[in-house]
């Protein structure tokens, strides 16, 4: 049975600004893997609940997807509640042990899925990213989690992203959002900075890139187009 790793974050602020994981941004891939037959375990740098953007379930932001995992699907949700802590596994459990690793965003990762502000974990994001891309294996992440890329290398010392056709949360979005001041790097910028080839279509509409076996995915309007690449790579 195939396995994917779903890993979100633990972070309830950015700053002041109370935020966690944007609940579309996972549960459109988990319900995607889990209509595949997929294995799928969620993950966070400090285990247990994963707090859940307030916003990512109010209005228009509260997909139908959302919904459906919220509400309906236990099993999903119960993962969610009760995640597996990152920093008390080894690195190798996950590379050997899964087949993908899916990175949700919201802007609770930009708070522990960078080096610079990593939690006490021993930046165990940026650590498992390089031995799983390493190992060859499909790695996807979606608006703010390509974050946790940026501060990767590669087995030779270069940025990750360096060369990579990529995308992820832009400029203008995070302006959009008005939380540029908050951040301590927008994904676009930081991107370009360290040599990506980065791709972007309009605010809040659908982009996914895959560049050998990193997939990126721009916003919370391009999650299921990331899971679907991922399913994708797996299939081949």
């Given at each position: 049975?195939?396995k994917?790793?779903l ?9 002041d ?9 996972a549960a ?5 893997f889990?209509?595949?037959g997929y ?17 990512s379930?109010?209005?228009d932001f509260?997909t139908t997807?959302?919904?459906k995992f919220?509400e309906?699907?236990?099993t999903?949700?119960q993962?969610?509640?009760n995640s597996i802590?990152l920093?008390?596994t080894n690195t190798?459990v ?6 993908a ?7 609770g990762?930009m708070?522990d899925f960078?080096t610079?502000e990593?939690?006490s ?18 790695l996807a992440?979606?608006?703010?989690g390509p974050a ?13 992203v360096?060369?990579l056709?990529?995308t992820a ?7 959009q959002?008005?939380?540029t001041?908050a951040?301590?790097?927008i ?9 990506a080839?980065?791709?972007k ?11 050998g076996?990193v997939?990126?995915?721009?916003n ?7 899971a679907?690449l991922?399913?994708?790579?797996l299939?081949s």
């Amino acid at each position: 049975m195939v396995k994917v790793a779903l890993i979100c974050t633990s972070a309830d602020k950015l700053g002041d600004h109370p935020t966690g994981v944007w609940l579309e941004e996972a549960a459109a891939p988990f319900l995607l893997f889990q209509d595949k037959g997929y294995a799928v375990d969620i993950f966070s740098p400090k285990g247990g609940a994963i707090p859940v953007d307030a916003a990512s379930i109010s209005g228009d932001f509260y997909t139908t997807s959302a919904q459906k995992f919220k509400e309906e699907d236990s099993t999903g949700w119960q993962k969610l509640q009760n995640s597996i802590s990152l920093a008390g596994t080894n690195t190798d459990v996950i590379v050997d042990g899964y087949d993908a690793i899916f990175l949700a965003g919201g802007h609770g990762t930009m708070t522990d899925f960078i080096t610079k502000e990593g939690p006490s974990s021993e930046y165990v994001i940026t650590k498992l990213i390089e031995a799983f891309y390493a190992s060859g294996k499909p790695l996807a992440a979606v608006c703010h989690g390509p974050a946790a890329l940026l501060d990767a290398k590669k087995p030779n010392g270069e940025p990750l992203v360096k060369g990579l056709t990529m995308t992820a949360f832009t400029n203008v979005e995070e302006e959009q959002v008005q939380l540029t001041g908050a951040v301590p790097f927008i994904p676009e910028a930081k991107a370009i900075e360290l040599g990506a080839t980065f791709e972007k279509a309009d605010p809040w509409h659908s982009k996914a890139c895959v560049d050998g076996n990193v997939i990126t995915g721009q916003n919370p309007q391009s999650s299921e187009a990331a899971a679907e690449l991922l399913i994708e790579a797996l299939s081949s």
